[in-house]
């Protein structure tokens, strides 16, 4: 079938329902929703059987709908409406909630049904679950949904609210009303509740020394306690806050903008308030292997297993700053040190990494400098991976990865991705060459001209075709939980199996051998070069690409990659 995805943004669940479609056999075009007439155009060119919206935040005109079927993914259970469903559903804490494929009708959301999905929700922001848990289902209501249209003889359920099984209803728009913080009167799980809800977006409206700061991300600590509402630690750039009966860790904070001030965007919270607020506020770190054990917010965790080491990470949004890269380093030289013969590396859930933390690059006062620094110390990471020769390190990539976070997997011997993951092997739409060494480690996976193709079309691909493609080694299935289940067993069955010792000879003898024809330095010398004059070069797009991407600038019109 011929399906146009009409979108507000080409965003996970969108790139991840187009992997899915044309891992299918489907002819998959995209639209960005900007403006009646331009789809009315696009509309009239694709001549679409369907159209399909994955992530909608506006109508779609009525002689579009009418002449037609169009499928709208609403993040909620049946009979739910509105345009703040999962901030409900995770500020009411429910312990279950749905996804709904509906038809677009004059009304929002209140179109026949064509599918729903359930899924659990567990104690993640919401983002996190609309990446993940959202993710899975929608694109199960989605398959079913198109099956159903393909074959012709459904007929979809009228909405219905005497129906048992219509159990949701219609609710405003979650305001910030809903989402303050009492520190005086909350309790830690009412704080945590109400951070997950508008995490990653928009964050909560909450004050701290004086100044409006939105609030984003939330964890709980276990051991530090202060007077409520007082900031009583800092820790790898976040700050650690008091409440009633315990205390919560702060990741990231955006100053609230003024009228007519600049924009604002999201920094590690000590960075956004500066040190001078913070005088005085100790910094309370964490060890990796002591973060495994406690309930304290870090994001770096390291565990053993029988003869294998887990390097846990989970950065915000993905994203690695010069910071984050070398404790990340100064971590896994660590695991290096332990006597496993197989390292595992990668988060509990979501995303494996996105690359250069670009929040931290645009905030720095020469983001030139800062974008160097940045990508030195990835580099210096993605190396000391490419060169232990005394272990088998695996990538376990249990969510999304793009340019350089890609490229950080294929650091590792294997890669072993969840299958409802979308990798971004590309940097091209950062206006970037990249590095990671990526010129040594995809045309070796890929082949030159699969890698060729991969950074020039900039297009996501889904677990299962990059697994075919051989960019990733293994796919998983099932939810991360499953996911874990399974990397864990088979890592367990690697250390312990008899080939090990010949596969880590076999390894080294390789690497030694790639050494000798082309050494890592002269591919890092050349991406380097590239990366230089990206980074200080007149007329290069990166600064100003970067500056849109963290400013969340929409497109004019559909960028032409999509537009195949
Ligand atoms: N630096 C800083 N923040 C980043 C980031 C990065 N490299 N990559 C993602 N993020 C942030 C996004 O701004 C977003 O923040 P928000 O939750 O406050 O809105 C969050 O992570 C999730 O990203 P989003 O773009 O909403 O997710 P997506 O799944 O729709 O798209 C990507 C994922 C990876 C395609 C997109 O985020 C992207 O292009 N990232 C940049 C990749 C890159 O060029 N890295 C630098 C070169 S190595």
């Known amino acids: 079938m011929r399906i146009l995805l009409v979108a507000s943004a080409f965003n996970s669940l969108t790139q991840r329902i187009h992997t899915e479609l044309r891992d299918r056999g489907h002819r998959v075009g995209v639209e960005l929703a900007l403006g009646d007439d331009l789809l009315r155009a696009r509309v009239a060119q694709f001549e679409p059987d369907l159209i399909l919206a994955p992530m909608l935040t506006t109508a779609i005109p009525e002689d579009i709908w009418s002449e037609h079927t169009v499928l709208i993914v609403h993040p909620g259970p049946k009979g739910d409406r509105g345009p703040s469903s999962l901030d409900w559903a995770i500020g009411e804490g429910a312990a279950e909630w749905g996804v709904t494929v509906l038809?677009?009708?004059?009304?929002?959301?209140?179109?026949?049904?064509?599918?729903?999905?359930?899924?659990?929700?567990?104690?993640?922001?919401?983002?996190?679950?609309?990446?993940?848990?959202?993710?899975?289902?929608?694109?199960?209501?989605?398959?079913?949904?198109?099956?159903?249209?393909?074959?012709?003889?459904?007929?979809?359920?009228?909405?219905?609210?005497?129906?048992?099984?219509?159990?949701?209803?219609?609710?405003?728009?979650?305001?910030?009303?809903?989402?303050?913080?009492?520190?005086?009167?909350?309790?830690?799980?009412?704080?945590?509740?109400?951070?997950?809800?508008?995490?990653?977006?928009?964050?909560?409206?909450?004050?701290?020394?004086g100044r409006e700061f939105f609030v984003h991300g939330g964890h709980n600590e276990d051991r530090l306690r202060g007077y409520p509402g007082t900031i009583v630690a800092t820790r790898d750039g976040a700050i650690c806050r008091a409440t009633i009966d315990g205390a919560v860790w702060l990741p990231q904070l955006r100053p609230r903008r003024t009228p007519g001030g600049p924009v604002t965007f999201k920094r590690p919270a000590a960075d956004a308030?500066?040190?001078?607020?913070?005088?005085?506020?100790?910094?309370?770190?964490?060890?990796?292997?002591?973060?495994?054990?406690?309930?304290?917010?870090?994001?770096?965790?390291?565990?053993?297993?029988?003869?294998?080491?887990?390097?846990?990470?989970?950065?915000?949004?993905?994203?690695?700053?010069?910071?984050?890269?070398?404790?990340?380093?100064?971590?896994?030289?660590?695991?290096?040190?332990?006597?496993?013969?197989?390292?595992?590396l990668g988060p509990d859930r979501d995303f494996f990494s996105n690359g250069i933390h670009l929040n931290v690059i645009e905030a720095a006062d020469d983001p030139a400098e800062e974008s160097w620094?940045?990508?030195?110390?990835?580099?210096?990471?993605?190396?000391?991976?490419?060169?232990?020769?005394?272990?088998?390190?695996?990538?376990?990539?249990?969510?999304?990865?793009?340019?350089?976070?890609?490229?950080?997997?294929?650091?590792?011997?294997?890669?072993?991705?969840?299958?409802?993951?979308?990798?971004?092997?590309?940097?091209?739409?950062?206006?970037?060459?990249?590095?990671?060494?990526?010129?040594?480690?995809?045309?070796?996976?890929?082949?030159?001209?699969?890698?060729?193709?991969?950074?020039?079309?900039?297009?996501?691909?889904?677990?299962?075709?990059?697994?075919?493609?051989?960019?990733?080694?293994?796919?998983?299935?099932?939810?991360?939980?499953?996911?874990w289940g399974r990397v864990r067993g088979e890592a367990e069955a690697l250390a312990a199996a008899p080939e090990l010792a010949d596969r880590l000879v076999a390894k080294k003898q390789r690497r030694a051998a790639d050494e000798a024809a082309k050494p890592l330095a002269a591919y890092r010398d050349y991406e380097l070069a590239q990366m230089r004059q990206n980074f200080y070069g007149e007329h290069e797009p990166y600064h100003r690409l970067r500056r849109n991407f963290v400013h969340k600038v929409r497109p004019q019109a559909t960028p032409t990659h999509l537009l195949a």
């Not at 990796?288 to 565990?303: C, G, I, N, Q, V």
């Not at 990470?313 to 380093?329: N, V």
């Open 103 to 209: 038809q677009a009708v004059a009304e929002m959301d209140a179109g026949p049904i064509w599918a729903s999905e359930p899924f659990a929700v567990g104690p993640h922001g919401k983002s996190q679950l609309y990446r993940n848990e959202v993710s899975d289902a929608a694109v199960r209501a989605v398959l079913l949904a198109v099956e159903r249209f393909a074959d012709g003889r459904f007929t979809p359920e009228p909405l219905d609210y005497d129906r048992p099984d219509v159990r949701g209803r219609l609710r405003p728009y979650h305001s910030q009303q809903y989402r303050r913080i009492d520190w005086s009167a909350d309790d830690t799980a009412t704080v945590l509740r109400k951070l997950r809800a508008a995490d990653s977006q928009p964050g909560v409206l909450d004050e701290l020394f």
């Open 373 to 483: 620094h940045n990508i030195n110390a990835m580099n210096d990471l993605v190396e000391a991976i490419l060169t232990t020769t005394d272990k088998l390190v695996i990538a376990a990539v249990a969510g999304n990865a793009a340019a350089g976070g890609v490229m950080l997997a294929l650091a590792a011997d294997e890669v072993w991705c969840r299958e409802s993951a979308v990798l971004n092997p590309h940097y091209r739409l950062m206006g970037l060459h990249g590095s990671e060494y990526w010129t040594y480690t995809l045309p070796r996976r890929v082949g030159a001209e699969q890698a060729d193709r991969l950074t020039r079309e900039t297009m996501p691909v889904g677990a299962r075709a990059a697994g075919r493609l051989g960019l990733v080694d293994r796919v998983v299935s099932g939810g991360p939980v499953e996911f």
């Open 273 to 344: 308030l500066g040190p001078d607020l913070l005088a005085g506020v100790p910094e309370v770190g964490v060890t990796p292997f002591e973060a495994a054990s406690r309930d304290t917010w870090s994001e770096l965790r390291y565990r053993e297993h029988g003869e294998v080491g887990y390097l846990e990470f989970a950065f915000a949004g993905g994203a690695m700053s010069t910071g984050q890269c070398r404790r990340l380093l100064a971590a896994y030289r660590q695991a290096c040190e332990r006597p496993v013969d197989v390292l595992v």
